[in-house]
């Protein structure tokens, strides 16, 4: 089964096409762009000679060959076209809850018809489960998703190998392991956000912990898919300086002196660690984006709804010290533009 969508990929990748989307890429991730948006744009279409199947988030995760052709397919589309200045990339796609389900989590399923990954259930018990875990110290990688995750970086290495286009031209990338806080509040559940104020050390404890397991989840991993050895990362079809992308979710919901205490110094060490990288964030983050920008070794900012942000004062700390915005809605972008803000080149949105 695998043969046939290989083959197919394989013989549509151009690799100076390719070669030439790289190189716009770095040209923005090096900051060679003075001004303007940056649009990056695959040069050249190469269409499909083949039926591609449609798979389900939960059939995928449930059989390696299926989670495989889901992921190649988007590749697929995206030479079609429908990527614009998208990399073609691939991941161990499991979900938010990767980590969450090593530290013991249920996992949360959704139905069939929603096409959605799953998520998990905070492990029952409260901040007195908490302190097990913590006695209990790193979990074993291996467990919840763990291994499958592992298993699936093998797969991809062992099906690409004979491919050396798609070898060299489809990435892949670091699964979604979230971020200290991000899973702290998966495991722990909403209930964490009343021990900031009443055990802020079991807080600090479980985030170090988690931060720790983290760091061995993601060198375990690039043990089986190295990271590049030119200092950049690709990361849902776009590409920054540094290894690895953090998820500050979990942000939106506390203040900005709450960040700077709880969250900062666990996303510093893991940049620190890994060679800096880029920070995701859901929702407002007007609030902390000095703390979360004053990090060392932070090239890039994703963020998907500017309607909820003082869009202002992100650009004041970010595009204006340097820090780019990756997959930035368009719209907003040019709204701005349009109305005298200078981008200084360190903004990419698609087309």
Known sequence: MLTKYLDDLESRIDEAGEADLLEQWKHFADSEIESGIFYPQRRYTAPTKI????????????????????????????????????????????????????????????????????????????????????????????????????????????????????????????????????????????????????RPELVHDFVALVTETYSQFLREWQQIVPARDDGYAFHWGMLHKGTIMLRDDSAMNLSGEAFEEFIKPYDQR?????????????????????SMCSMRNLHAINLSQPHLNDMESIYRHTVDKGISLIAFDRGHAERAQASGRDFKGRTQCWL
């Open 51 to 198: 039926e591609w199947p449609l798979i389900t988030c939960n059939d995928a995760i449930a059989d390696y060959d299926q989670m495989l052709v889901a992921q190649i397919a988007e590749c697929s589309s995206t030479l079609c076209g429908d990527g614009a200045g998208r990399f073609m990339n691939v991941r161990a796609n499991y979900g938010t809850c990767i980590l969450s389900s090593v530290f013991g989590a249920e996992i949360f399923w959704m139905e069939d018809r929603l096409n959605t990954l799953p998520t998990s259930k905070p492990i029952p018990g409260g901040a007195d489960a908490i302190k097990r875990l913590l006695e209990a110290g790193v979990p074993d990688l291996n467990t919840g998703f763990g291994a499958r995750v592992f298993e699936m970086g093998r797969r991809y290495r062992a099906a690409f190998a004979p491919y050396p286009k798609i070898s060299k031209w489809i990435a892949i990338y670091h699964p979604d392991i979230q971020g200290p806080m991000d899973i702290a509040e998966l495991v722990w559940g909403s209930t964490i956000f009343y021990e900031f104020y009443d």
């Open 270 to 290: 893991l940049l620190d660690e890994f060679g800096g990288g880029a920070v995701h964030f859901c929702g407002r983050g007007d609030h902390f984006i000095p």
